[in-house]
Nanobody
Framework: QVQLVEFGGGLVQPGGSLRLSCLAP????????MRWYRQAPGKQRELVAA???????TYSDSVKGRFFISRDNSKHTMSLQMNSLKPEDTAAYYC?????????????WGPGTQVTVSS
């Protein structure tokens, strides 16, 4: 059973920065699209950012220019640098590894880490 693990959540003041990391052991990491999702209380889970195997990145409009996603295939890790944080960024953040190929669809998640932006 593959289990991803997130690190780095916490409490930060508005305008501050926080860096999340995700460790993804036990998978062929370089072949997976890695994503960060978030879910605020009472809201649906939303895609925040993604980095493809070829390092192409995508971001939701709400975080574009403030958040930056990266991956290190040699360490099986993905990171999300979050700058200029706003109270509306408060949510549980989830790491996801996804791959769809001839062998099937692989979709793995971490348990989530809480980010709270408040003064």
């Amino acid at each position: 059973q593959v289990q991803l693990v997130e690190f780095g959540g916490g409490l930060v003041q508005p305008g501050g920065s926080l860096r999340l990391s995700c460790l993804a052991p036990g998978i062929e990491f370089s072949t997976f699209t890695m994503r960060w999702y978030r879910q605020a209380p009472g809201k649906q889970r939303e895609l925040v950012a993604a980095v493809a195997p070829g390092d192409t990145t995508t971001y939701s409009d709400s975080v574009k220019g403030r958040f930056f996603i990266s991956r290190d295939n040699s360490k099986h890790t993905m990171s999300l640098q979050m700058n200029s944080l706003k109270p509306e960024d408060t949510a549980a953040y989830y790491c996801n590894a996804w791959r769809d190929d001839y062998a099937g669809t692989y979709d793995y998640w971490g348990p989530g880490t809480q980010v709270t932006v408040s003064s």
